[in-house]
């Protein structure tokens, strides 16, 4: 959907613009329940959270500070409208990769650059990884205190996050709510809903004809956006999880098979606009055709390169952080002499 949303020439009609928006926004969604279900399992799995917020941080923040870095100072004097003396005396330059990396300005732009987009963000899918960031958080102190350990606790989790959904969306609250309120509690939903389906998994029935039988009322909640979106996304859930589960052996064969997953994501919206810097007329199947596989190659190197080798280093950071963690808590214990 961002190929038709990037690119500043292309007028949608009022349909097209919806559909757009709409599976742009189910897409992001949908990548909020996988996350959710991968959580659940991952904090299950560990019963700790030392090595949890190791894992968590060496996945989304080694690729980011790259992707940070290379715009602010390899991809931004390149292309900005700017001479390098004024790229480089603005301050936006040197806070850029700052207000990326610590979630502080996550639709930060560079001075001069993109200037023939849509808009000027460097990349538009980065403001959802803060709230991935709040999810990982509130998982773990919901898994610390025991809402997120067993099915019954995972349900009343899972129905609280849909009445908040729906009271912000409400006519005459929806309006007046601001955007941190309605992302919140969407993603919340989102990543409720996948911690729901791992702790019943094992009751889930995935069968394609009952997706079928869903689309209808996903076109109507659409329609009926905002307060019965959710149901939206809540199908497209399903088929990922159906999809997912078919193909269960083929996954377990690829299943050391690049990640590709969040450098695509992070990448794919700049390598468009680059696209644009050179073919500013370029349609939205252009864009697509060239920015995609070029976008992978981006995020294959990303996963190479900077993702793999972090990961391979969980061992080693999360002992290092149960050490100095083991420490402080040494440290402030009462001494028993005198």
Known sequence: ???????????????????????????????FILSGFLIAKSLESRGELISYFVSRGLRIFPALIAMS????????????????G?????????????????????????????????????SIPTWTLRYEAIAYVGAA???????????????????VSILAYVAMRLPGAY??????????????????????????RDKVQLRASWLAAMLPFCLIALWLAPAGAFI????????LFLVGYSFDGAAERFRHAPDISYGLYIWHVPLMKIVIEFIPT?????LLAIGLPVAAIAAYLSWTLIEKPALRAKPYAGELARRIAARRNRDRAPSSSG
Do not use: C, K, Q
């Open 1 to 31: 959907p961002h190929a038709f949303l990037v690119p500043a020439g292309v007028e949608l009609s009022p349909t097209g613009h919806w559909i757009a928006h709409n599976l742009a926004a189910v897409a992001v969604d949908g990548f």
């Open 69 to 84: 870095l290379l715009g602010a100072f390899v991809i931004g004097p390149a292309l900005t409208d700017l001479s390098p």
């Open 86 to 122: 004024a790229y480089f005396a603005d301050a936006r330059t040197w806070t850029f990769p700052f207000e990326m990396s610590l979630f502080i300005n996550p639709e930060a732009s560079l001075p001069g650059l993109f200037t023939d987009a849509a808009n000027t963000r460097f």
């Open 141 to 159: 102190l919901a898994f610390s205190i025991g809402l997120w350990r067993n099915r019954r606790a995972a349900l009343i989790v899972l129905g």
């Open 175 to 200: 309006e007046r709510m601001p955007s941190v309120a309605l992302a919140l509690t969407r993603f919340g939903f989102a990543f409720a809903l996948g911690g729901a389906v791992y702790f019943w």
């Open 232 to 239: 939206a996304s809540a199908v497209f859930g399903y088929a």
């Open 282 to 286: 370029a349609s939205p199947l252009l």
